[in-house]
């Protein structure tokens, strides 16, 4: 009975496993990024702005965005998705989707010898994907390239790429 006893304690302590094999999924998430960017699209995209990522997982993350284009003086806002796929070398690519706010003019139909437009604000939804490439742990760059469409009746579609330096607060 004397030899079980330490026996039993051994075999309970080999077999114990540290806490490290279980799953750090949520665990250990990344700092919040800044990201300023420009950009180039079809009418109404913006042609600069700001975008801040908050990661919830390794993979998933939430982003807000706001955008400016200067003629006419226009401010466009939206909230989205990442997921980051799997790492090619440096490079991390990912899918996004999102809704958010933007400009839009629409043209009105109405018995005049000129056009008549309408400016207003329409409910977008936003979906593409892009690459970051880290060049420092708190400093890189992103390109990010989306096809948006405004939900208002005369909205349409448009598409916006944009190239941004990413800093990393936190770290």
């Not at 700092?31 to 009418?43: D, I, K, L």
Request: charged content about 15%; proline content about 8%.
């Amino acid at each position: 009975m004397q030899t079980l006893i330490p026996g039993v304690v051994l075999l309970g302590l080999s077999a114990a496993q540290p806490a490290a094999a279980q799953s750090t999924e949520n665990q250990a998430v990344g700092p919040v990024e800044v990201t300023t960017f420009a950009s180039f699209g079809s009418y109404p995209s913006s042609s600069m702005g700001a975008a801040v990522t908050f990661p919830l997982t390794r993979t998933l993350s939430v982003e807000s965005e706001i955008g400016f284009r200067p003629t006419p003086s226009d401010l466009s806002a939206s909230a989205g998705v990442l997921f980051s796929l799997p790492k090619f070398a440096r490079v991390t690519p990912y899918v996004a989707g999102g809704v958010g706010l933007a400009p839009n003019q629409t043209l009105l139909e109405v018995p005049t010898d000129r056009p008549m437009f309408l400016q207003q604000t329409t409910f977008t939804l936003n979906a593409g994907g892009g690459i970051e490439i880290p060049l420092t742990e708190n400093w890189g760059f992103r390109t990010d390239a989306r096809w948006l469409n405004g939900v208002a009746r005369g909205a349409g579609e448009y598409w916006r790429v944009y190239y941004g330096r990413t800093f990393r607060a936190g770290r």
